[in-house]
């Protein structure tokens, strides 16, 4: 089977040894996406909705560096820092998945590795070869 892996050059992927999303024959992953620049900076600190949407963007991003698209997406998991803002992650979840509906799961967090994350997110995602 083939591997393949897409990097989007965000800093901690080359210092920490990951690939943003790995692909393996008909199955795909991507890596606990934050929402962060390509630059590291944090985009809408505090902002939980915002920063939903760009950690979906990151997840689109990666799938689509591995041959897939959100379409093949059967699981996301949502990473938040306060289990009462699942409404506002849940409503962006819902913005670009209302049509795919893959299975969903949140996790609360203590906290995250910078000041002003609120919310990461990851996917799995399966294309039949």
């Keep these: 089977m083939t591997r393949r892996h ?3 050059g965000r800093p901690w992927e080359k210092s920490c040894g990951y690939s943003r999303a790995v692909r393996v024959g008909p199955y795909a992953e991507t890596a606990l996406c934050s929402p962060c ?3 590291g900076a944090v985009l809408h600190p505090g902002d939980v909705y ?3 949407l760009a950690c ?4 689109k ?3 689509e560096g ?3 698209t959100l379409a093949d ?3 996301t998991r949502i990473y938040v820092a306060d289990p009462t803002h699942w409404e506002e992650s849940g409503r962006a979840h819902g913005e670009v998945f ?3 509906r893959p299975a969903l799961g949140w996790v609360y967090m203590t906290g995250f590795f910078a000041p002003g994350i609120t919310v990461e997110v990851e996917a799995t995602a399966f294309r039949q070869e």
């Excluded at 979906?56 to 997840?59: A, C, I, N, P, T």
Aim: glycine content about 8%.
């Design 50 to 52: 915002r920063q939903t």
């Design 66 to 68: 591995v041959g897939m």
């Design 6 to 8: 897409h990097e989007t």
């Design 56 to 59: 979906l963007d990151l997840v």
């Design 98 to 100: 209302s049509e795919i």
């Design 37 to 39: 620049g390509p630059d």
């Design 61 to 63: 991003e990666a799938l």
């Design 73 to 75: 997406v059967v699981k």
